[in-house]
């Protein structure tokens, strides 16, 4: 691996353990080899790289924030802030405020976790007051593509069948969710077998998410977001699905919207200008009508009230 500015430069390998990690945590360093084609000690060396780098800030375990009933909105736009820095701090003080990611043209990208649709209106208003935000654009969304040889977990109801051991263990791991089982077993009370069981109906059942806290910008590779509007005839999913395959790593995940019908949010990666200016190129060669690239020069992330109730409900 190379270095620059006393930061990590990634390759293919790197970003494939990081997309890896995004969609379960917990993953065993000898099922992340084989993946990879990979020996147990080239994975530890490479995941201890990017802890020691900060990229990976956090192993982390939470409520399935769809399995709770949440609405992921995202709002997007040009904003007037004379210190977007400082205002996008401002706006994660909001208890819907997931992320927010800031690009070199003063353009926004604002996630946000919804209790209900009623929710939308004023936190639109919020975003668009606190954040100079003249004319901001919504997305709902809809589906998630990417290309990876395991599958994000789907929550089977929408209702959250936890009790209150189940909670002790998604809080026991909730500031490491790559901690021995029989640690969490000891701290909770319980046996490690109990632990292992719940943990796996938790997550057949979608009701749990293991991932980590991700920080590109103690990366020096290059992190941009292409706002992609497809032709009207064009398949939607299977176009999405197509080039996540045909440009992976790269493009690590493509967002599409209930309510932006030909509308793509494509996030990608790229290690130089030439490669993501070549990746451009060849998009716009498809069948799409524009694609609209902005680099992403930082990043912030926030807790929400999803991350409050993992403290503050009550189960039965």
Not at 214 to 228: A, E, G, L, T, Y
């Amino acid at each position: 691996m190379s270095f620059f500015l006393d930061n990590i430069l990634m390759d293919d390998l790197d970003f494939k353990i990081i997309l890896l990690m995004i969609i379960n945590s917990r993953l065993p360093y000898r099922e992340i080899g084989e993946y990879l084609g990979l020996s147990v000690n080239a994975v530890y060396k490479r995941m201890q790289n990017l802890i020691d780098s900060e990229i990976i800030e956090k192993f982390t375990a939470r409520i399935n924030p769809y399995a709770a009933g949440a609405i992921y909105a995202f709002i997007l736009g040009q904003s007037e802030s004379k210190d977007i820095d400082q205002t996008a701090i401002t706006l994660g003080n909001n208890e819907n405020t997931s992320h927010i990611m800031l690009s070199s043209r003063n353009f926004i990208y604002i996630g946000a976790y919804l209790r209900s649709l009623e929710e939308l209106h004023d936190y639109v208003n919020f975003i668009s007051e606190g954040g100079k935000v003249t004319a901001p654009q919504v997305g709902l969304l809809y589906g998630v593509y990417y290309h990876c040889p395991i599958r994000y977990p789907i929550p089977r109801t929408r209702n959250l069948a936890l009790d209150k051991l189940d909670l002790k263990i998604i809080q026991s791991l909730h500031n490491n969710s790559r901690k021995a089982l029989s640690e969490v077993a000891q701290q909770i009370k319980t046996t490690a077998a109990t632990v292992r069981r719940r943990l796996k109906r938790m997550l057949d059942e979608g009701m749990l998410e293991l991932t980590i806290n991700f920080n590109p910008n103690k990366s020096s590779d290059i992190f941009s977001v292409f706002r992609i509007r497809v032709l009207p005839s064009v398949d939607q999913a299977s176009f999405a699905q197509t080039i996540t395959e045909e440009y992976a790593p790269h493009i690590f995940f493509i967002w599409s919207f209930s309510n932006l019908p030909h509308m793509l949010l494509c996030w990608v990666w790229c290690n130089s200008m030439n490669q993501l200016n070549e990746l451009i190129e060849r998009l716009r060669k498809g069948p799409i009508e524009t694609l609209i690239s902005d680099i992403i020069r930082k990043g912030f992330f926030f807790n929400t009230w999803k991350e409050k109730m993992l403290y503050e409900w009550n189960p039965p």
